[in-house]
T-cell receptor
Framework: AQSVTQPDIHITVSEGASLELRCNYS??????LFWYVQSPGQGLQLLLK??????LVQGIKGFEAEFKRSQSSFNLRKPSVHWSDAAEYFC?????????FGAGTTVTVRA | ETGVTQTPRHLVMGMTNKKSLKCEQH?????MYWYKQSAKKPLELMFV???????ENNSVPSRFSPECPNSSHLFLHLHTLQPEDSALYLC????????????FGNGTRLTVT
């Protein structure tokens, strides 16, 4: 069974607008959670990670994510999107010593 | 510069061919991974090596054969593949096994004809 799910397959956002990508997890204990980004023709790059502590995590490229235990969510946000943020975004989590990825959300940025 | 280099970037092979994918990491990491990425599917973990020993094999068909001669190099040997094996094959490394902080290469786009 998939341990993380990304409900949105594709999101289109205007340049300069805010972005929020959803991720839900189904682990029992406090999970280790990650967000990765994959630009066209490239491998995945780690944006940020959550292990414990402060539930608001800052990452690279102006991204942040908030861990909400009550909602079993770890949503990724960016206040103002740039055209270079067009990519595929993957949520991932470690459970039972295995790293599982969500199916990804493709972000399109329109001018 | 990702620190993880994969060659070739693209590969087209027939079902009777034998080919190998190569991965090299320059980060001094102890664990290396092969993932398969197919369209609209989650990344599939294929093999995991820690300190050159295989620690995970997720029911991958025997037509895929990994090799890890040292902690910096990882190979995926391919033979008698099927068209459904066409995908992007990604190599990754991490400092510690299953740490989650993976460094990925740019992948090999494999097409089986």
């Amino acid at each position: 069974a998939q341990s993380v799910t990304q409900p949105d397959i594709h999101i289109t956002v205007s340049e300069g607008a805010s972005l929020e990508l959803r991720c839900n997890y189904s682990y029992g204990a406090t999970p280790y959670l990650f967000w990765y980004v994959q630009s066209p023709g490239q491998g995945l790059q780690l944006l940020l990670k959550y292990f414990s502590g402060d539930t608001l995590v800052q990452g690279i490229k102006g991204f942040e994510a908030e861990f909400k235990r009550s909602q079993s969510s770890f949503n990724l946000r960016k206040p103002s999107v740039h055209w270079s943020d067009a990519a595929e975004y993957f949520c991932a989590g470690i459970n039972d010593y295995k790293l599982s990825f969500g199916a990804g959300t493709t972000v399109t940025v329109r001018a | 510069e990702t620190g993880v280099t994969q060659t070739p970037r693209h590969l087209v092979m027939g079902m009777t061919n034998k080919k190998s994918l190569k991965c090299e990491q320059h980060l001094g990491h102890n664990a290396m991974y092969w993932y398969k990425q197919s369209a609209k599917k989650p990344l599939e973990l294929m093999f995991v090596y820690s300190l050159e020993e295989r620690v995970e094999n997720n029911s991958v068909p025997s037509r895929f054969s990994p090799e890890c001669p040292n902690s910096s190099h990882l190979f995926l040997h391919l033979h008698t593949l099927q068209p459904e094996d066409s995908a992007l094959y990604l190599c990754a490394s991490s400092q510690v096994l299953l740490q989650g902080d993976l460094h990925f290469g740019n992948g090999t786009r494999l097409t089986v004809t």
